[in-house]
């Protein structure tokens, strides 16, 4: 599809293990968008903070965040247990959101106009994006196995038993903190990949999207 400067954003929201950044990465190259995974800067956020321990957790983190290389971010591996359960607990805090929401999402969409983001509240920070969509992947179990078969080929041993521990205790978290909960938007379109392979569930995708540029 040939680029366009106009704008249009879709976000791409739901727990993990749904298959939705795979699923946010086919979407991107098909339509010639760009991509922003939000939830690799929280874990970015959470990695900083467990290297460096700063005394002033917002004045560090809106330093790093004003001067972040998203390219560079996204070659890191980001996705270790220890990362991911305290994305989990950095995540409930309203500054730290506010300051990644505001200091880095709002500004990369108005950049690059044509974007897809991929996270657990996108439609909540953009209400009114073009195309919203809500992807799961349930039962749990499944969700869980897709985790760890990704954890494995990044070289990550925990066993099967604990991701489907910490997956289950990060949905709880998200569903039940106080700002920003992971639920679904009214507008949102749902989708359950729990029976579906990835094709089957692009193309759903793809003629909602084509719809909605029409």
């Known amino acids: 599809m040939r680029k366009s400067k106009k704008k249009f954003l879709i976000v791409i929201d739901g727990p993990s293990g749904s298959g939705k950044s795979t699923l946010a990465s086919l979407v991107g190259k098909k339509f010639s968008m760009s991509v922003l995974f939000s939830g690799l800067l929280y874990r970015y956020a959470a990695k900083k903070i467990l290297e460096k321990n700063p005394n002033k ?3 560090f983190l809106e330093r790093i965040f004003k001067k972040l290389n998203y390219k560079k971010l996204r070659k890191l ?3 270790s247990t220890k990362i991911s359960s305290y994305t989990s607990e950095i995540a409930k805090d309203k ?4 300051i990644i929401t505001n200091q ?13 983001i991929e996270g657990r509240d996108g439609a909540k920070i953009f209400p009114k994006a073009n195309l919203k969509f809500y992807i799961v992947c ?3 179990k499944i969700a869980a196995k897709r985790r760890w ?3 494995k080929k990044k070289g990550d041993k925990t066993p099967f038993s604990k991701v489907f521990a910490d ?7 998200d569903k039940n903190r106080k700002y920003s909960k992971l639920e679904r938007h009214p507008d949102s379109v749902y989708i359950n990949t729990a029976k579906l392979n990835i094709n089957e569930v692009l193309v759903k995708m793809k003629k909602k999207i084509e719809e909605k540029i029409k």
Not at 95 to 98: G, L, P, Q, Y
Not at 105 to 110: D, H, L, T, W
Not at 167 to 173: I, P, V
């Open 138 to 140: 349930k039962p749990l």
């Open 104 to 116: 880095f999402q709002k500004s990369y969409v108005e950049k690059y106009k044509r974007v897809v």
């Open 57 to 59: 957790e917002y004045v």
């Open 167 to 173: 997956l289950k205790k990060r949905d709880f978290t």
């Open 95 to 98: 500054k730290i959101r506010n």
């Open 77 to 79: 591996n980001l996705h």
């Open 149 to 151: 078969i990704q954890n």
